[in-house]
């Protein structure tokens, strides 16, 4: 089991900024494609040491979802 | 052959001739359309007589001589009646031009208070605006984190939100 978090600020003036932690690879940036692509255009993106990292469980739900 | 003509100002407002007339120490009586002077000449008091929108002032036409023998005046100052139309003319002006004053200055600050008025409004309207929005903003997130089947932790710290998405994958 893994435990996925994003953390999201909104300050006083509506400004947004999130962060993940627990998921890898490009999926984190997916993620936060989901839920923020209402709220206009990126200022940065910053990517962390998990973005490089291995997407091990979506690699493993694409392999068990084919075995089904 | 030519001539000029000139008119005194026309005495329109009587709390503005009453006024003048305070301020050059004269004495008055008011009685109903008429402001009764001290200036007595030959036919009695001279009087201010509100006619046709304006108070004319009667007198013996003969009053602006001089050598008059005025039955009793008051301000020697002002033996002639052009003399006293003129001081009276003088006052009447000065104390126009001050009640205007006045007005404008009410006028202004009027329009600044309703200048300010109209701020504090726009500055409240901007600032619902911006909370709104806000709050939309944090309702989306909260909704798509949900579908997404993040737990959602709301916290205020330093006037700013913010949320805590958490979910397990297996």
Redesign the interface.
Known sequence: MAEQTIAIEIDENGKIKAETEGIKGEMCLDELQKLLEDFGELQSVNKTDEFYQNQTINVNNKIQNKKL | MSAVVKTITPFINKEMLLQALDCLNFKYKIKGNEIVTERVDYYGNQKFVFVNGRYQFQHDSSANKTDYPWRNLNAKDYKTVSSFLEAVEKEYNRIYAEKLEELERIRQEQLAEQERIRLEEEMKRIEQE?IA??EK??Q??IQ??KE?G?SVQEKKVN????????????
């Open positions: 911006r929005f806000v903003q944090k989306t997130i798509k984190a997404q993040y006037n700013k939100i913010k949320l805590i998405l958490q979910r397990n994958t297996y």
